[in-house]
């Protein structure tokens, strides 16, 4: 039996002060990230989608929305697939490495990066994401399910199933604004993993080849 799970990133959130929200409440779309989100419902929603679980987080639960609407499905909230805690939380990082002169104790945080020692360990956001992956099977047995998580949860779980290493650097993350990680399962076993984005024309240029951007790490990544 063939089952897809879909590991659907959130669109553009509203951050005037670039500041990183990660599990912060207040955070909504964009503007383009509605637009965003209005893609994903249009490309997916003739999908054979029968179960569709989101992050409790604002941005997530409104980038769900349209492919909810047009698969007629009750999204069900997950916290396992929440954003990834992290202790730089609510800083703007804005200024680069600046940022670090202004807050010198930042850096007593980043003495691990296998860990890594300034967030959620990677083993634990792999634990919890692969837990609510395997009750999206489930619950999809046959067909196919969507989780709306975020980038650096999906980033982890992708280099768990892959067994790679968890060290890297944000701008590496093969994980855009609204990309779709699909893992495709024959019966338990996971046979392949898939990458797009349906909503990849949408991000500026700009912004997918800076540092800190949609398509690399925005300030919820960070850093």
């Given at each position: 039996?063939k089952t897809?799970v879909h590991?659907l990133?959130?669109?553009?959130?509203?951050?005037?002060e670039g500041?990183l929200y990660g599990r912060?409440?207040?955070?909504h779309?964009s503007?383009?990230g509605?637009r965003?989100?209005a893609r994903?419902g249009?490309?997916?929603?003739?999908?054979?989608?029968v179960h569709?679980?989101?992050?409790p987080?604002?941005r997530?639960q409104e980038?769900g929305?349209?492919?909810?609407?047009?698969?007629?499905?009750t999204?069900?909230?997950?916290p396992?697939?929440i954003?990834?805690?992290?202790?730089f939380?609510g800083?703007?990082f804005?200024g680069g490495?600046?940022?670090?002169?202004?807050?010198?104790?930042?850096?007593r945080h980043?003495?691990?990066?296998?860990k890594?020692?300034?967030g959620?360990?990677?083993?634990?956001i792999?634990?919890?994401?692969?837990a609510?992956?395997?009750?999206?099977?489930?619950?999809?047995r046959?067909?196919e399910?969507?989780?709306?998580?975020?980038?650096?949860?999906?980033?982890?779980?992708r280099?768990?199933?892959?067994k790679?290493?968890y060290?890297h650097h944000?701008k590496?993350?093969q994980c855009?604004?609204?990309?779709?990680?699909?893992l495709?399962?024959e019966?338990d076993k996971?046979?392949?993993?898939a990458?797009?984005e349906?909503a990849?024309?949408?991000i500026?240029?700009?912004?997918?080849?800076?540092p800190?951007?949609?398509?690399g790490?925005?300030p919820?990544d960070?850093?």
């Open positions: 039996m897809i590991l990133r959130h669109g553009e959130v509203h951050n005037p500041v912060r409440d207040g955070f779309l503007e383009l509605h965003m989100a994903i249009e490309s997916l929603g003739d999908r054979d989608i569709l679980r989101t992050s987080l604002e997530a980038t929305a349209p492919l909810a609407a047009a698969r007629g499905l999204p069900v909230l997950d396992r697939v954003e990834s805690a992290n202790q939380e800083i703007n804005g490495a600046r940022t670090f002169l202004k807050h010198p104790g930042l850096l980043l003495y691990n990066p296998l890594p020692s300034w959620e360990p990677y083993d634990e792999a634990a919890r994401m692969m609510a992956v395997h009750d999206a099977r489930d619950a999809a046959g067909h399910a969507v989780i709306v998580s975020h980038q650096l949860p999906i980033w982890t779980t280099l768990f199933v892959e790679r290493s060290l944000p590496t993350r855009t604004l609204c990309s779709v990680t699909s495709h399962f019966d996971l046979r392949q993993v990458y797009s349906p990849g024309d949408m500026p240029v700009a912004d997918r080849s800076a800190f951007s949609a398509g790490a925005t919820e960070r850093p």
